[in-house]
Nanobody, 119 residues
């Protein structure tokens, strides 16, 4: 059974850094993308960044380009999000996501980890 577990959230001051981790298990071979979404209070969930399992290509939302870096450790089935120069508007619950492409695409979600940027 596919399973995702996030860690690394917390409270940080504006301008600070955090590193989120997501451990994935139970996924069989196949094309998928793994990455991060976030949801702030009163807002819809939005995509932050993802990385392709096939070629390692990456995507970043415009709001985080140049500040966040996604990376993957295939041996550990883990994905990381290095977040620098954090802003108050980055405050949200961050969710790890695996999107499995195919005739019937499937999305898997972690339980989420809170990131709070505040002075």
């Amino acid at each position: 059974q596919p399973h995702l577990v996030e860690s690394g959230g917390g409270l940080v001051q504006p301008g600070g850094s955090l590193r989120l981790s997501c451990a994935a298990s139970g996924f069989t071979s196949g094309f998928y993308a793994i990455g991060w979404f976030r949801q702030a209070p009163g807002k819809e969930r939005e995509g932050v960044s993802c990385i392709s399992s096939s070629d390692g290509s990456t995507y970043y939302a415009d709001s985080v380009k140049g500040r966040f870096t996604i990376s993957r450790d295939s041996a550990k089935n883990a994905v990381y999000l290095e977040m620098n120069s954090l802003k108050t508007e980055d405050t949200a619950i961050y969710y790890c996501n695996v999107h499995v492409a195919g005739p019937v695409p499937v999305d898997y979600w972690g339980q989420g980890t809170q990131v709070t940027v505040s002075s």
